[in-house]
């Protein structure tokens, strides 16, 4: 199997991919040409990573049976000084909510994703450190993170 996207420029700065018959926009912003049409595109690897391993966990709490009422997930990606301007480490946060039952199979799920399923996650681990944190009811319960990495919008 394997998978293919096309991408059209579409004047300026501005490209629309289509991916599995959904049209992406990409975009730069107006101080380097661009429209701001949408998003650059070194961000949707981010977007990529919390997609799958979202779906993990959802996937493995249901088959699990275990209800939880929110899950959010927030990426950040350290970048590099120097062109070319490339992630240098990456940090999940992971935000659960819900009955204290279902934390220790939360974190499981989280754990599983991580070590086991998520594609994105383990090509991406091997060009750069990923790290994780998962919170339970506001509470940390789990951390691997190894030095501070900025929030998306302090990028």
Known sequence: M???IETQWMGKMQFNALVNGHTI???A???IGG???GPIPKPFLLTALSGCTGMDVIS???KAQATIDNFEIKVSGEIS???PIVYTAIHIVYEFKGP???EDLALRAVTDSQEKYCGVSSMLKKILPVTWEVFYNGNRIF???LVAVPKLNEL
């Open 81 to 83: 000084r120097q062109q």
């Open 29 to 31: 912003p107006e101080r």
């Open 35 to 37: 429209e701001d049409n």
């Open 100 to 102: 204290a039952q279902n």
């Open 60 to 62: 493995i709490l249901r």
């Open 25 to 27: 926009i990409m975009d």
């Open 2 to 4: 394997v998978h293919e």
């Open 143 to 145: 951390s691997n993170k």
